[in-house]
T-cell receptor
Framework: GAVVSQHPSWVICKSGTSVKIECRSL??????MFWYRQFPKQSLMLMAT?????????EQGVEKDKFLINHASLTLSTLTVTSAHPEDSSFYIC??????????FGPGTRLTVL | AQSVSQHNHHVILSEAASLELGCNYS??????LFWYVQYPGQHLQLLLK??????LVKGIKGFEAEFIKSKFSFNLRKPSVQWSDTAEYFC???????????FGKGTRLHILP
């Protein structure tokens, strides 16, 4: 089946540093990937839609300059949290689209900002 | 804007009990509906989905869901739960216009052995 990986699975960083999270579709090509954020005991909130070779589309309220998304190839999208602060601590999940309304999710990355 | 409401945040059942998790959505157009499951320590997996056709949808592991258009509902059911069904369950909706999936807040299901 379609497999999506994320790296790292967890990361701890100091306030003010930047953190990069990778999302890879391992056995299929994905022109579209999605980035979600999940707070404890809450739902997944869509942050942005990442399209290969073009700029990401951000949801309302998501800071483009803070959450940089790059989708450089059909199997890789990266999310960089710039100048991270404790309030950015969360669980970040990506998904890759195999076709219309067919998304496969990665295992998530837990970010803790001290 | 689309939204999804799940009625129960936390459900505790004994093994062999019947399960029904409520889900209502808000959207004016044609929708696709999903139930996802997240087992402890694992990533989201698709349980079942409804795009069109028979409103009673069968999924994996004995789950089913019924789409009732007039009630904007897509409740998840299982006649007899097992301890291994302990997980978090998310109802979700997307429109035909784009691939964006909007999730409900999730229901944490705990099955007592």
């Amino acid at each position: 089946g379609a497999v999506v990986s994320q790296h790292p699975s967890w990361v701890i960083c100091k306030s003010g540093t930047s953190v990069k999270i990778e999302c890879r579709s391992l056995d299929f090509q994905a022109t579209t990937m999605f980035w979600y954020r999940q707070f404890p005991k809450q739902s997944l909130m869509l942050m942005a839609t990442s399209n290969e070779g073009s700029k990401a589309t951000y949801e309302q309220g998501v800071e483009k300059d803070k959450f940089l998304i790059n989708h450089a190839s059909l199997t890789l999208s990266t999310l960089t949290v710039t100048s991270a602060h404790p309030e950015d601590s969360s669980f970040y999940i990506c998904s890759a689209s195999l076709g219309p309304n067919e998304q496969f999710f990665g295992p998530g990355t837990r970010l803790t900002v001290l | 804007a689309q939204s999804v409401s799940q009625h129960n945040h936390h459900v505790i059942l004994s093994e062999a009990a019947s399960l029904e998790l409520g889900c209502n959505y808000s959207y004016g157009g044609t929708v696709n509906l999903f139930w996802y499951v997240q087992y402890p320590g694992q990533h989201l997996q698709l349980l079942l989905k409804y795009f069109s056709g028979d409103p009673l949808v069968k999924g994996i592991k004995g789950f089913e869901a019924e789409f009732i258009k007039s009630k904007f509902s897509f409740n998840l059911r299982k006649p007899s739960v097992q301890w291994s069904d302990t997980a978090e369950y998310f109802c979700a909706v997307s429109s035909f216009r784009d691939d964006k999936i909007i999730f409900g807040k999730g229901t944490r299901l705990h099955i007592l052995p």
